[in-house]
């Protein structure tokens, strides 16, 4: 069964700055999803990687896979306030499944 | 405009009640999923359907059943509330094939008292 570790939990950021979400997964997936979710809002797709080394790029944010290591990053360059939100990584495995992290909820001051 | 759109927003329901949650999508899609949302938590599976009749449980599917009779319908059914399924509940669907995440819907917020 499927288990995906997000961290960390929380992220304050200073406007400007860099930082990496980190999205483990415990078994074989065949594709990785990266979601973002406003507060009072459902989640919006961001990135879906189906293959080793699959790195996406929209704006400021970048998402790479790594399947031998289980491991997929959503890197953040110049952090802007607009930014501000919890974001899901997910994992899936036969086409129909699709299982959640816990989330991290990212906070952007100016 | 591609929509998954769930029958309510918010529920108030009793404990003990059968309670019905509709989720219907306009995108021809094959896969459709039930997930609830509780702080801290995530999203965690309840059932999800790759085709029509067809469901397969997820990680917490007790106390839930789900039907699927039509392609862009599909409901989950809690046979009989109890206060800890207060949660939010999200649906969401998504193509069998290729690099396309899922579309969620709004969200349906149930209380059970």
């Known amino acids: 069964e499927l288990k995906v570790e997000q961290n960390p939990l929380f992220l304050s950021m200073q406007e400007g700055k860099n930082y990496t979400i980190y999205c483990n997964y415990s078994?074989?997936?065949?594709?990785l999803y990266w979601y973002r979710q406003d507060p009072g809002k459902s989640l919006e797709s961001l990135f879906v990687?189906?293959?080793?080394?699959a790195v996406k790029q929209e704006g400021r944010l970048m998402a790479s896979l790594d399947t031998k290591a289980r491991l997929s990053t959503l890197h953040i360059t110049a952090a802007v306030h607009d930014l501000s939100a919890t974001y899901f990584c997910?994992?899936?495995?036969?086409?129909?499944?699709?299982?959640f992290g816990a989330g991290t909820r990212l906070t952007v001051k100016p | 405009d591609v929509k998954v759109t769930q029958s309510s927003r918010y529920l108030v329901k009793r404990t003990g009640e059968k309670v019905f949650l509709e989720c219907v999508q306009d995108?021809?899609?094959?896969?459709m999923f039930w997930y609830r949302q509780d702080p801290g938590l995530g999203l965690r599976l309840i059932y999800f359907?790759?085709?029509?009749?067809m469901k397969e449980k997820g990680d917490i599917p007790e106390g839930y059943s789900v039907s699927r009779e039509k392609k862009e319908r599909f409901s989950l059914i809690l046979e009989s509330a109890s206060t800890n399924q207060t949660s939010m509940y999200l649906c969401?669907?998504?193509?069998?094939w290729g690099g396309g995440g899922a579309f969620f819907g709004q969200g349906t917020r149930l209380t059970v008292v």
């Open positions: 969401a669907s998504s193509p069998i």
């Open positions: 995108m021809d899609h094959e896969n």
């Open positions: 359907s790759y085709d029509v009749k």
């Open positions: 078994t074989t997936s065949d594709r």
């Open positions: 990687l189906l293959s080793n080394g």
């Open positions: 997910a994992g899936g495995y036969n086409n129909n499944d699709m299982r």
